[in-house]
Nanobody
Framework: QVQLVESGGGLVQTGGSLRLSCEAS????????MGWFRQAPGKEREFVAC????????LYANSVKGRFAISRDYAKYTVYLQMDSLTPDDTAVYYC??????????????????WGQGTQVTVSL
């Protein structure tokens, strides 16, 4: 089983940037599709972005398209989420997750098998 550890969250002002990292252990992160999700207080967990194991298939939520970018570093067993032009609506706990497929890219949280503990992102006015 893979262990996923997120880092890079914090407090930032509107318009600022953060880069989240998700380091995998127990299995090479390059093996499967990886996703980022977020959950704001009182709201359902929602899809943010995902990337196929090969790096050539990427999906983004409409709300982050053009502002966020997902990438992966196979040598470091790490997936990143670069977040630019942040707004208070981006405030949430951000989770990375691993899918059981190498090919499928999906927005559905229920299809992801393993999850990290989350990292808090807070965007102030």
């Amino acid at each position: 089983q893979v262990q996923l550890v997120e880092s890079g969250g914090g407090l930032v002002q509107t318009g600022g940037s953060l880069r989240l990292s998700c380091e995998a252990s127990g299995r090479a992160v390059g093996s499967y599709t990886m996703g980022w999700f977020r959950q704001a207080p009182g709201k359902e967990r929602e899809f943010v972005a995902c990337i196929r194991w090969s790096g050539d298939g990427v999906l983004y939520a409409n709300s982050v398209k053009g502002r966020f970018a997902i990438s992966r570093d196979y040598a470091k067993y790490t997936v990143y989420l670069q977040m630019d032009s942040l707004t208070p609506d981006d405030t949430a706990v951000y989770y990375c997750a691993e899918h059981g497929s190498r090919l499928r890219v999906t927005t559905l949280a229920g299809e992801y098998d393993d999850w990290g503990q989350g990292t808090q992102v807070t965007v102030s006015l």
